[in-house]
């Protein structure tokens, strides 16, 4: 499996990342992506921008072991997970997550298994700055009950055909 990991402050393009993925690949018959894109309000108030931080090294790390994880639960023949850092204006990407498998099943409980650990664990810390000053945004009930799903067993390798 080709894995691509990259925390950076500057823009990235998802037709790009994906054609690197798959060029000259006549095994992937399933690509899969999100595009986490930075909202122009958080809890229905207006922003100017996120700040994105994160643990250099670490946040890497750990990014890395989950997709191994994922590699692990489903048959997977490429990752790219791309997360961006720094000051982020509504209408900017956040984050890309792109799976690649031979067949869509595996492609689209990887990438949503990805998304989920992205979302509650991975070592990013999000600034909202809004009219009424910057605040630390806390994490989500919803987003831990999401995350909860992948807490069984993982399926067969081979089951997600």
Request: with cysteine; hydrophobic share 45%; proline share 5%.
């Amino acid at each position: 499996m080709i894995a691509t990991i990259r925390l950076q402050a500057e823009a990235f393009d998802v037709g790009a990342e994906v054609e690197k993925l798959t060029r000259g690949r006549t095994d992937i018959g399933a690509v899969v992506t999100f595009t986490g894109i930075c909202r122009a309000d958080e809890a229905g108030e207006p922003i100017a921008a996120l700040t994105l931080e994160h643990y250099p090294g670490m946040a890497e790390a750990e990014i890395a072991r989950h997709v191994e994880e994922a590699n692990a639960r489903w048959p997977l023949l490429g990752v790219t997970v791309i997360h961006r850092h720094g000051r982020i204006a509504p209408g900017e990407n956040i984050v890309l997550v792109v799976t690649a498998s031979s067949h869509r099943e595996a492609a689209f409980a990887a990438a949503a298994f990805l998304m989920d650990y992205l979302k509650t664990r991975a070592p990013f810390w999000k600034q909202v700055e809004q009219a009424s000053g910057r605040i630390w945004v806390e994490a989500k009930a919803t987003d831990d009950a999401a995350a909860e799903r992948w807490s069984a067993p993982p399926p067969r390798r081979d089951a997600a055909k």
